[in-house]
C-alpha cells in the first residue's frame, strides 16, 4: 500500500497523559498536514509543513501540541498532558507540491484518541 | 477563511443523478472551489476541483455557477458506495478550510 499511513489507529489515555501519533505520507511528497476532526464535525486544520519546515500553525495547535517533521519524510504529533477535549480523529495528509497548481491532498485513515 | 452553506443531508436513490448543491457567496477572484468526501471511517478523499469553468472527471462533474457564488457537485449514477459525508471548500491557500458537509444517502 502506498497510500498515507498512520499509527496507531487508536488510542485510549488517561488525563494528563502524554501521547505522540506518527504519519508516513506518500513517498516523495513534501508537502503534510495534520488536521483535527470531532465528532459530527469536518476536519479542522492544525498545521502544515514543506519538508521539514512548519510553515502555518493553526491556533487550535496550543501549547500543548508540538508537530515535527526532522528529516522532511515521516512526522510525528505530540500532546501533552492531554485533556478530555483532545478527544478526536487526528487526520494526516500529504501532497506534492508544485508552483501554482492547486495539488491534491491525499488523507490518512486517522488516528483516534480517546481521553479518560 | 471563505464560507461554504451546504445541506446538511440529502437523499438519494441508486444508479439516479445526484446534484449536490454549495453556496459561497463570498468567494474571493483568486479561490478554487474542491469537492472531498469522506466515506464512513475513512479520510477525506478528493473529488475534483475548479475555479472557473465546468469540470469533468471519472468520478464526477462540476458546474460552477457564471458569477461563483454557487456551485454543484453532480454524481451521474450513484452508488451504494458513493454514501458519504461530501465537503465544499473554498481553498486559495495551501490549507483545506472544511465545514460540516452534506451526509448523503443512497437508497438501493
Known amino acids: 500500500d502506498t497510500g498515507v499511513s498512520q499509527d496507531p489507529r487508536h488510542k485510549i489515555t488517561k488525563r494528563g497523559q502524554n501521547v505522540t501519533f506518527r504519519c508516513d505520507p506518500i513517498s516523495e511528497h513534501n508537502r503534510l498536514y495534520w488536521y483535527r476532526q470531532t465528532l459530527g464535525q469536518g476536519p479542522e486544520f492544525l498545521t502544515y509543513?514543506?519538508?521539514?519546515?512548519?510553515?502555518?500553525k493553526s491556533r487550535l495547535l496550543s501549547d500543548r501540541f508540538s508537530a515535527e517533521r526532522p528529516k522532511g519524510s515521516f512526522s510525528t504529533l505530540e500532546i501533552q498532558r492531554t485533556e478530555q477535549g483532545d478527544s478526536a480523529m487526528y487526520l494526516c495528509?500529504?501532497?506534492?507540491?508544485?508552483?501554482?497548481?492547486?495539488?491534491?491532498?491525499?488523507f490518512g485513515p486517522g488516528t483516534r484518541l480517546l481521553v479518560l | 477563511d471563505a464560507k461554504t452553506t451546504q445541506p446538511n443531508s440529502m437523499e438519494s436513490n441508486e444508479e439516479e443523478p445526484v446534484h449536490l448543491p454549495c453556496n459561497h457567496s463570498t468567494i474571493s477572484g483568486t479561490d478554487y472551489i474542491h469537492w472531498y468526501r469522506q466515506l464512513p471511517s475513512q479520510g477525506p478523499e478528493y473529488v475534483i476541483h475548479?475555479?472557473?469553468s465546468n469540470v469533468n472527471n471519472r468520478m464526477a462533474s462540476l458546474a460552477i455557477a457564471e458569477d461563483r457564488k454557487s456551485s454543484t457537485l453532480i454524481l451521474h449514477r450513484a452508488t451504494l458506495r458513493d454514501a458519504a459525508v461530501y465537503y465544499c471548500?473554498?481553498?486559495?491557500?495551501?490549507?483545506?478550510?472544511f465545514g460540516q458537509g452534506t451526509r448523503l444517502t443512497i437508497n438501493p
Open positions: 475548479g475555479l472557473t
Open positions: 509543513f514543506q519538508n521539514e519546515a512548519q510553515l502555518e
Open positions: 495528509a500529504s501532497s506534492l507540491e508544485r508552483l501554482a497548481i492547486q495539488e491534491t491532498q491525499y
Open positions: 471548500i473554498l481553498r486559495g491557500a495551501q490549507k483545506l478550510v
